[in-house]
């Protein structure tokens, strides 16, 4: 039987993002990410996605979360 779970965690609590793969997920080219936040119920780890699709979500949620934390009006030249 296949489930579905769905987790919410605000882009501003992200501490760290962490892409894996095992031997097997590296010969069939597939990755989990990980997300890591304060000490919660919620553990967040997207499995077995496309090992491209884990970069790129890592990549988008890197900046999304970088920029939660950001306070509001503040400008940064790195980030714009």
Do not use: C, F, I, Y
């Amino acid at each position: 039987m296949l489930t579905r779970r769905t987790h919410v965690v605000p882009h501003a609590r992200v501490q760290s993002l962490q892409l894996h793969q095992g031997v097997w997920q590296q010969r069939l080219g597939l990755a989990d990410l990980h997300v890591d936040s304060p000490p919660g119920p919620v553990k967040v780890r997207l499995r077995h996605r496309d090992a491209a699709e884990g970069r790129a979500l890592l990549d988008r949620e890197n900046a999304v979360s970088r920029r939660a934390r950001r306070p509001q009006g503040s400008w940064s030249p790195l980030t714009g």
